[in-house]
C-alpha cells in the first residue's frame, strides 16, 4: 500500500467501511430488521443513535440493512453491466464489420432512451423482484460501459502486439482476453467507481418511486419514501441515508481518481 | 445542394428513423417481454377464463405486429388509448400534466442556463483561483446526491425551516404567473443545482480550450480587459460547444423531471407514469415513455442541429 496518496487511502477505508458494514449487517446491527422498538419518530438517544422511523423502528438498523441491499443491487448490478458490455464492446472492435455496426448502433439506440424511462417501461410489465432489478439495471449500464470499452479497444486492436499475437495465430477470444483485456483493464477499473455510484442512485431512486426493493425490506430509497411525511414536521429522519449516500460516493469518487491518474502516469502522460 | 442543407437534411431525418425505431423498442420492451400484463393486472390468483377474457378485451390474443401498427397509427393521430385503471382517454389526461411539466422544464432552463454560462466565465476569469475552486467545489457536492434527496435537503431548509416556499408545489390553471412560480420555486431550485455543474463544467472547458488559440494571445497583447477578451473572443468560438452541452442537459431535464415531480407532488407527465407504472397500466406507460423519449431524441436533435449551423465554415462553403 505504499505510495498511496491520503486521499485514495480515506476513500479506501471508508468504501470498505460501508462494505464491512453490509456484510456484517446482522451482526452489527443494534435491534431486528423490521422489529418495531419505540415510538414513532423519536429522537436521536442512547438508546436509539439515529431515533426512530415512520412505525417506530431503529433507524440505525433501518440504514445498516438499507446499505446491505442496496450495495448488494448495486454490486451485482456493476458486475453485471461490466462482463456484459465490456465483453460486447471488445467483441465488436475485434471483429469489426457488420458485427461492429450492429452492435454499436443497438447499442445508440438503447442509449437514445434515458435510463429511467427506459426502466420504468420494463418495470411496468415485468414483476419487481431482486434479480429482476438487478437484470434490468445491469443490461441499461452496460450501454455506457459497451461505449467505453469499445472506444478503448479500438486503439489497442491497431497495437503491433495484436498484430504479432494474429500472426502467431491466435484466435479471436485470445484476442479479446489476452491481449485487450489486461491493456483495457485500467481506464475501465476507474470508470468502474463511477459506474458503481451511478447504480446506487438509481437503485435508490427506483426504491422511492417504489419500483425498487420492495418493503417490508429496508433500501436507502425506501427510507427517504416511508419518512417523507417527517419533512413537514421538521423531522430530519428522510435526509439521514443522503450523508450515507454522499459519504460513500466521495469516497469511490477518491478510488476512483485515484485509479485514473495512475492510468495516465503509467502510459507516460500527464501526472506524477 | 448546398452541403449545410444535405447534412441538415440527413440529420432530421436520422432522427425520424431513431425515433420509429424508439417506437418499435417501447412496444417490444411492455409487449414481448415475458411478464404477463393481463396477469399483472389481476394479480396471481386470477381464474384462467379472467385471464382469457382480459386478453381479448386488450386485444392481446392478435399477433404483436397488428397490433404495433395499430398502436403506431392510432398515436400518430393524437388517439393514445385509454387507461386500464380508470378507463379515461390518455391524451386528455397528458394535455394538462404536459403544459405543467414543460412549464417547469422552462422555468427551470430559464434560471439554470445563464447561471452556468456566467458561472463558467467567472471560473476562467479566476482560473486556478479561489472562485474557480469554490464553484467547482459547490457544483461537485450537488451531483453527488441523487435528485430526489437533493429535494428532500431543500425542503427541509427552505420550506420547512425557513418557510419561504411552499413544500409541496400545488399548481392549477386558477393561479395566476406569479403564484405559479412561486409554487415551481423550490423544484425548479432542485431541478437547476442537477444541471448546473454539468454545464458549468463544460463551458469552463470549452471557453478554456479556445483560450489556447493564436488570436486570443493577439487580443491578449493589443491590451483588451481579461472579461472583455473571454466574452467577445473566447466565448463566440466556444459556443458550438455550450449550446451543445446545454441542450444536453436539457435533455436530461426531462428525466429530472419525473422524480422531482414525485417529490414535491407536481401534477405534471413525471408522476403520471410513475403512478401508472405501479399500477401495470401498460397503454399508459408507452404512451408516457413515447412523449418522454420524443421530447429526449428531438432536444439531441436540435443539439446536432445547432452545432451544425454555428460551424461558419459549413454556414459559408467555399
Redesign the interface.
Known sequence: MKGVPLSALFGLIVTGLFFGMAALAPWIAPYGMSEIVGDVWEPASGQFWLGTDNIGRDLLTRMIYGGRNTIFVASMATALSFCLGAFLGFTAAVYGGWVDQLLARGNDLVMSIPTLISALVVLSVMPVTLPVLIVVMGLLDSTRVFRLSRAVAVDINVMDFVEAARLRGEGQSWVIFREILPNALSPLVAELGLRFIFAILFISTLSFLGLGIQPPAADWGAIVKENREGIVYGIPAALVPAVAIVTLSIAVNLVADWALTRTTSLKGGRGA | MVPILTLVTQRIALGLV?LL??SV??FA??EL???D?AQ?ILGQGATPEALANMRTRMGLDEPAITRYFAWLGAALQGDLGVALSNGRDIAASIGQRLGNTLFLAAVTAAISVPLAIFLGLLAVRYRDRWPDKLISGLTL?SI??????LG??L??VF???LGWFP?VSNINSGMSFWQKLNAVALPSLVLTLVVLAHMMRMTRAAILNVMQSAYIETAELKGLRRLTLIARHAMPNALAPIVNVVMLNL??L??GV??IE??FVYPGMGQY??D???K???PV??AC?LI??AI??GL?LLADLISILSNPRLRHPK
Not at chain 2, 144 to 149: K, V
Open positions: 431513431l425505431a424508439v423498442l417501447i420492451g411492455t417481454l415475458p411478464g400484463v399483472a457536492t453527488s446526491l441523487p435528485e430526489f434527496l428532500y435537503v425542503m427541509y420550506a420547512v425551516k413544500s435533455a436530461y426531462v428525466v419525473v422524480v414525485v417529490v407514469l410513475v401508472h407504472v405501479a401495470r397500466d401498460v406507460v408507452q415513455g418522454f423519449a429526449y431524441i439531441n
